[in-house]
C-alpha cells in the first residue's frame, strides 16, 4: 500500500529551540531590523555591504545550530509516512535532521548565487559572503535568499504538494507573509491539518483542524503519538 503523504509546512518557529530567533515575536529580527534595509532589492542596491553583514552574521549563528527534537521528530515521521517539507525557513536544520524532501520557499542562507545569472547557485562552506566573491562568470555572488518584493519560484511546486496531502502539519509560523501562507487555501477539504505553535497563527478556519498550542518539540512529541 501508498504511504499517506504527509505535507509539513514549517516557519521560524521550528528553529526556535536550536537558538535561532523568529521574525515578529517580542525581540524578533524584524525588530531589531528594517525588513527593507537588509532584505529587499533595493537593500542590495544601495548598501550590499549591510545586506552582506545581516545574512553573514546568520549564517555564522546557523553553523553553531544544531536541529531540535521537533526537526528529527518530523524526520521520524518518514518511517511510516511519505513526508514532504515545505519550509519559509533558510536554514539547513530540515536537512541535518536526516528529512529527505524539502523544498526551501524563501531561499536557503548556505548557499550563494550569481548576481547575473541565477542558475548559478554554490554551497558555501563557511559563513562569510565578501563584496568581491564573484560566480565563475565573475559576477557578484548574492545571498540565496528570497527577498521581499521577489518572486518566489518553488511556490507553484508548493501547491502541488500541499494539493496531494493527506494530511497537513503547520509548525511555528504566524502565516503573515504572502504568497507562502496562501498555500494554505490549496489544501483539500476534509484534510486533517495539525498545527504546533504556542502563538495564534493567522489561520482562516478550516475544517478538521487540530490545534497543538505547544513550541515545536513538545507538540511533535504528541502528534507522534497520535500518528504512529
Ligand atoms: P514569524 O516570526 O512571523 O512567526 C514565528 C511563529 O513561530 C509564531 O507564530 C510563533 O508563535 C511561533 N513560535 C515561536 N516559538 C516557537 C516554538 N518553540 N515552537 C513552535 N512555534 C514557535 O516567522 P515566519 O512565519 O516563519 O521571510 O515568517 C515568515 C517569513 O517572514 C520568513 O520566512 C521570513 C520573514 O520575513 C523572509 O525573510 C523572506
Not at 100 to 110: C, N, Q, R, T
Not at 148 to 166: H, K, N, S, T, Y
Amino acid at each position: 500500500m501508498d504511504k499517506q503523504k504527509i505535507v509539513v509546512f514549517s516557519g521560524a518557529g521550528m528553529s526556535a529551540e536550536s537558538g535561532i530567533m523568529t521574525f515578529r515575536e517580542m525581540g524578533g529580527l524584524w525588530e531589531q531590523y528594517d525588513v527593507t534595509e537588509v532584505a529587499s532589492p533595493i537593500a542590495w542596491e544601495n548598501s550590499p555591504q549591510l545586506v552582506m553583514d545581516f545574512y553573514n552574521q546568520r549564517r555564522k549563528q546557523l553553523f553553531e545550530c544544531e536541529p531540535n527534537e521537533g526537526h528529527l521528530l518530523i524526520a521520524k515521521l518518514e518511517d511510516k509516512y511519505d513526508v514532504e517539507i515545505v519550509t519559509q525557513n533558510v536554514d539547513d536544520l530540515h536537512e541535518r535532521a536526516g528529512s529527505s524532501k524539502i523544498l526551501h520557499l524563501h531561499g536557503e542562507l548556505k548557499k550563494a548565487r550569481s548576481t547575473a545569472d541565477e542558475s548559478l547557485v554554490y554551497e558555501m562552506d563557511h559563513w562569510e559572503l565578501k563584496l568581491g566573491d564573484v560566480c565563475e562568470k565573475g559576477s557578484q555572488l548574492r545571498p540565496h535568499i528570497v527577498w521581499f518584493g521577489e518572486a518566489v519560484p518553488a511556490m507553484d511546486d508548493a501547491i502541488e504538494l500541499v494539493r496531494q496531502a493527506d494530511i497537513v502539519l503547520v509548525v511555528g509560523t504566524s502565516l503573515s507573509v504572502y504568497p507562502a501562507a496562501g498555500l494554505l487555501s490549496y489544501i483539500e477539504n476534509n484534510i486533517p491539518i495539525y498545527v504546533i505553535d504556542p502563538g495564534s497563527p493567522a489561520f482562516t478556519p478550516k475544517e478538521n483542524i487540530t490545534f497543538i498550542a505547544e513550541k515545536a518539540s513538545v507538540g511533535m512529541e504528541q502528534l507522534t503519538q497520535k500518528l504512529f
